[in-house]
């Protein structure tokens, strides 16, 4: 069983940055796929970034460039660095893990002011 806790959101204007974290419990974490998601009001959750425990990343389209995610395994802490934020990413942000059984936190809100 793995848990994860998300922290780091909060309210910023467009063009700032913040930097989510996901804290997980347990020895598992190094061994797991860890990813972003996120959910806007009225719309489905959807994929932001992921990295591999190899540290291989992927992007969503709307987010390269931008984000940056990444990990500490020694920590067992995942990262989002999210700069130059948009109106468009407000949502709540949630870290997932696992590959076949999937693990997820419980959220935290990101609001970006116009």
């Known amino acids: 069983q793995v848990q994860l806790v998300e922290s780091g959101g909060g309210l910023v204007q467009s063009g700032g940055s913040l930097r989510l974290t996901c804290a997980a419990s347990?020895?598992?974490?190094?061994?797991?796929?860890m990813a972003w998601y996120r959910q806007a009001p009225g719309k489905k959750r959807e994929f932001v970034a992921q990295?591999?425990?190899?540290?291989?990343?992927e992007y969503a389209d709307s987010v390269k460039g931008r984000f940056a995610i990444s990990r500490d395994n020694d920590k067992s802490e995942l990262y989002l660095q999210m700069n130059s934020l948009k109106p468009e990413d407000t949502a709540i942000y949630y870290c997932?893990?696992?590959?076949?059984?999937?693990?997820w936190g419980q959220g935290t809100q990101v609001t970006v002011s116009s």
């Open positions: 997932r893990g696992g590959s076949n059984t999937y693990y």
């Open positions: 347990g020895p598992l974490f190094r061994f797991l796929a």
């Open positions: 990295i591999n425990y190899g540290g291989s990343t």
